[in-house]
């Protein structure tokens, strides 16, 4: 099967999470915990299929890495961006799934506490994974 196609739905996917993580932390400072319940269960929807489509892509290429073709300062930049993403991304799924637990428990302090600390980092990967998409499809430029 052509898995090739499915970078834009990924980076579609995060753009999709980051809108609904911005939506859900307003209707928590509002007070309106259910609605906030439902969007943040759809953040974490929206990311783990992300995580599933990304690994399948992975996969059907036998992880070969798109190269990011500039070199010099902007080549140091983006692999600082890249790593950054990389290890954050990693913490996502842990601090995720204890979130939904705590929030579903009605553990509130202890869903708040952490949320402070994993709603940044949930956001920069997300964000993060839009711009490093755009910089190695749309943005890079071709060898030639």
Do not use: C, Q
């Not at 996969?59 to 990389?86: D, K, M, W």
């Amino acid at each position: 099967m052509d898995f090739s196609g499915l970078p834009p739905i990924n980076a579609t996917l995060n753009a999709l999470a980051a809108v609904l993580l911005v939506v859900g932390r307003r209707l928590a400072r509002a007070g309106r915990i259910d609605a906030h319940r439902r969007t943040m269960l759809a953040a974490f929807a929206t990311s783990s299929l992300f995580l599933a489509l990304y690994v399948l892509h992975k996969i059907s290429r036998s992880f070969e890495s798109t190269p990011f073709n500039v070199e010099g300062a902007a080549h140091t930049a983006y692999l600082v961006l890249l790593t950054t993403h990389v290890i954050l991304a990693m913490t996502i799924p842990p601090l995720a799934i204890a979130l939904v637990v705590l929030g579903l428990r009605d553990r509130r302090e202890r869903h708040r506490r952490l949320a402070r600390i994993a709603w940044p980092i949930w956001m920069y990967v997300s964000v993060t994974g839009v711009l490093i998409y755009l910089l190695l499809y749309p943005l890079n430029p071709t060898v030639g």
